[in-house]
């Protein structure tokens, strides 16, 4: 089986975590731009993504939108809930899909799913369930990195080199 569609929480993988407040109350996060490049690549590879987190944000909307990833759940307390949905739809299985996460509201949704990675700076207790745990830090390249896995893992290095040539 070959996955089909990769999975992103948002801060603690997309982001380092922090949550930063201007003197007016606006939210300020900060995203990778070589992890913006990877999950267009995967897109463009005929491949899906999906944003799935837990907090509700305007800037991670944007961003979704930035990437063109039409799959985007915000506030979502049970997130293999929304997955499972989301697969019902897609018409796919949790054999196709790979997902990130850090802590441990994404805990149940990474034991789902065929293949789970985690920043290396994730929770003890979603590190011991992962299949993965990659050398970035969450907001330092992490997802970059779980893609090219991916893109290696699937026998796609050619065509995703392809795509910048």
Known sequence: MSIELIVLDVDGTMTDSRISYTENGDEVKSFNVKDGLA???????????????????DIVERRAKELYIEHFY?????????????LEKLDLRMQNVAAIG????????????????????ASTYVDKIAHVILSKKGGEGAVREMIEYLIIKEGLEEKYLALWQ
């Open 39 to 57: 999950i267009n690549s995967w897109r463009k590879l005929g491949r899906q993504v999906a944003i799935i987190t837990g907090r509700r944000s």
């Open 74 to 86: 915000q506030g979502v307390t049970n997130k293999k809930e929304v997955l499972e949905a989301l």
């Open 102 to 121: 850090d802590d441990l509201n994404d805990l149940q949704m990474l034991k789902a799913v065929e293949i789970s990675f985690v920043p290396r700076d």
